[in-house]
């Protein structure tokens, strides 16, 4: 008889307990292994003892907060995936905690099921013990290769110029590679809320980015167009070393 793939093991932090004690039993009958902890303190030693598979993380905690929590991983090389729980309007905060090495984030209040969509998706790209992208610093995509610290590109050894928008979709991108992204949810995780901006503006650092590339938008290498949805980054990426 086969042994059936154990449950992936999920983190929940939050000090709000109505919100663990809603979102921890629906998260079990949706097959994850869940583990709770209140404060950062506590999230740091249930990941060192328990390796979960993937971190649900609020930013706002006593003591050590979200993002103190996320540096702490990232610098000790904890590569675990981390869907971030933010306050609506903190684009500013969302933006630092992206480039910090969250893998994702919602924004409070949310929809249960937009989480679980959310944590299943970075699941599948990033595979069980997998390194995840948005922790690691250089990554590959065939011949095209980025240094995410320093936020610089280079296809085929020649280095590209892009203006900031463009560099932090890409980055985006490469970071969620094969996942389909609405026009709003791009202008949303680049731009951010409090920027008076349309979908447009992600239409424009797109063909800015098919022009750089050399990305045919009808054959594309790099970037899927999928009509009255969004984009999607087509290439495989790796972690380079």
């Known amino acids: ?26 998260l079990r009958r949706e097959g994850f292994d869940v583990t ?9 030693a249930e990941i060192a003892a328990r390796e979960p598979d993937i971190v649900v993380l609020d930013v706002m905690l006593p003591g050590i907060d979200g993002r103190g929590v996320l540096r702490e991983l990232r610098v000790a090389g904890r590569t675990v995936p981390v869907v971030l729980l933010t306050s609506v309007g903190e684009a500013g905060e969302r933006a630092r905690a992206l480039d910090e090495g969250a ?16 944590v299943r998706a970075i699941l599948r790209r990033v595979g069980r013990g997998t390194p995840s992208l948005t922790g690691s ?51 949303e995780v680049v731009w951010g809320f409090e920027h008076p901006v349309g979908t447009r503006a992600v239409d ?15 054959a594309p290498r790099w970037i899927d167009t999928v009509p009255g949805t969004g984009y999607r980054f087509r290439a495989v990426v790796e972690i380079a070393p």
């Open 36 to 44: 709770v902890a209140g404060d950062g303190e506590r999230a740091l």
């Open 1 to 26: 008889m086969l042994t059936p793939p154990r449950a992936e093991r999920l983190l929940l932090v939050d000090d709000d307990r109505s919100i663990t004690d809603a979102l921890a039993p629906l």
């Open 137 to 187: 610093g250089r990554l590959r995509a065939e011949d095209l290769t980025v240094d995410r610290v320093a936020r610089r590109f280079w296809l085929a050894g020649t280095e590209l110029v892009l203006t900031p928008k463009a560099a932090a979709l890409l980055d985006f991108l490469l970071t969620h590679p094969d996942e389909l992204f609405t026009r709003e949810r791009l202008l």
């Open 103 to 118: 893998d994702d984030y919602l924004n409070k209040p949310f929809d249960p099921g937009e989480l679980v969509s959310r």
């Open 204 to 218: 424009h650092r797109v063909a800015e980015l098919r022009r750089v590339l050399a990305d045919d938008a009808t």
